[in-house]
């Protein structure tokens, strides 16, 4: 529930601050593309776009005298990387777009950076947490949340209030859990704390994996 909370709260700055800069200066009525790639179907895909069509409806309900219009073109990335990228790109070329909302997850929105530094079309992106992504540099890529990176210092907090010498790392093995140990092992390092040995989970492990 509380990255769902984020979510919501994200996307609904997020398009009103999109809303509120492409309306400054403009006299007569412009309608404004932007594409939105999603994994239509699925639980926070729902939630996306409700978000977004919700603070489309209160924005203009509360600025009735803003000359732009928001146009929104949702494609399908079917939670796979290369159709995601693949979605972005037709946005780009078939339908004009001003800026493209998404993606999901940090490994989509790796390939989407690419494109969007080539094309110069900015990516905002909402959920995209991985730490890698900051190393990237391209000024058409905008994370609208923080990085996984954030988290270890609530981790370091815990282990030093509890006063444990040597931890052991679980982690699963994506994006995220190869985002994230960096930054935790120099957070430990800051208190003293030894890592003796990490173990890595596979991202398709079954419960009778996990018992091993």
């Not at 732009?68 to 159709?83: A, E, F, G, Q």
């Not at 190393?135 to 444990?164: M, N, P």
């Not at 679980?170 to 994230?180: A, L, P, Q, R, S």
Request: net charge negative.
């Amino acid at each position: 529930m509380k990255r769902e909370h984020d979510l919501f709260i994200n996307l609904l700055f997020l398009v009103v601050v999109l809303l509120m800069q492409v309306g400054e200066g403009q006299s007569t009525a412009t309608d404004v593309k932007v594409g939105i790639v999603d994994d239509v179907g699925m639980p926070y895909s729902n939630m996306t776009l409700f978000c977004i069509n919700m603070s489309l409806s209160d924005f203009y309900s509360s600025h009735p005298e803003t000359r732009t219009r928001l146009v929104t073109t949702i494609v399908d990335s079917k939670n796979d990387v290369v159709i995601a990228a693949a979605a972005a790109l037709d946005l780009i070329t078939n339908h004009d777009v001003t800026a493209i909302i998404g993606p999901w997850i940090s490994m989509q929105a790796k390939f989407r950076i690419e494109i969007g530094q080539k094309t110069q079309v900015p990516i905002v992106s909402y959920s995209a947490t991985s730490p890698f992504l900051a190393s990237i540099r391209s000024q058409y890529f905008f994370r609208a949340t923080y990085d996984d990176s954030s988290q270890v210092h609530a981790i370091k907090a815990i282990i030093k209030l509890f006063g444990w010498r040597e931890v052991v790392p679980v982690y699963v093995d994506n994006t995220f859990g190869e985002g994230i140990m960096p930054h935790l092992t120099d957070a430990l390092q800051e208190i003293n704390v030894r890592i003796p040995y990490r173990t890595v989970i596979s991202p398709n492990a079954t419960d009778d994996d996990s018992t091993h």
